[in-house]
């Protein structure tokens, strides 16, 4: 971006690195669930196949794009995109981090029901009501009003799990943590 920001060619080169990346994201996270037992495994499976998801829509989404960095063919990139949150968002309500005390995952739901609401409140207050105005009701207009109020969904589930987890702080949960915070950035 640096040495030519007003070109195609970052657009293109990110799209690139983000599909090989998200590939071997994807093949990490099903070597961990192959050396893992139990809900670990399961967790990893899931997060595997949402990272194998996105890798896909990045490959659809640099697939139709324009030397310009123009996409025309969003809705098939961007479903798989948000259809791959549902495994890793299961991956996450499920990932073990200490024992869960009676009712505690369904207050984490309601805690994520609150939070994802009272986000979607404020970002159509100060910002979404005005783009999706601009952009018309439509599929362009639900992505935009969905994509930032997942991805703090998802990152505020991964600070609730390191929350939760009971004794010392664990390496593999700080990371999960860091990596989603990392990725709604």
Known sequence: VALRPWSADPVMTGDTLSTVLG?????????AAVRTRGAL??????????MAMWAV???VWYAYGTSDGYHSVLSVADSLYLIGLLPVSIGLIFYPA???????????????????????????????G??????????????????????VLLSGLAVLLLLRSSGKPRPD????AASFAVYTA
């Open 23 to 31: 590939a071997l994201a994807a093949l990490c996270c099903l070597y």
């Open 41 to 50: 495994r399961r967790s990893w499976l899931l997060f595997g196949l949402t």
């Open 57 to 59: 829509a990045d490959v």
């Open 98 to 128: 200490g024992t869960w005390e009676p009712g505690a995952r369904t207050r984490l739901m309601l805690d994520i029901v609150v939070l994802g609401g009272a986000l979607l409140l404020v970002s159509e207050v100060v910002v979404l």
């Open 130 to 151: 005005e783009v999706v105005s601009s952009v018309g009701a439509g599929w362009d207009a639900f992505v935009y009003v969905v994509y930032p109020v997942t991805d």
């Open 173 to 176: 949960l700080i990371l999960i």
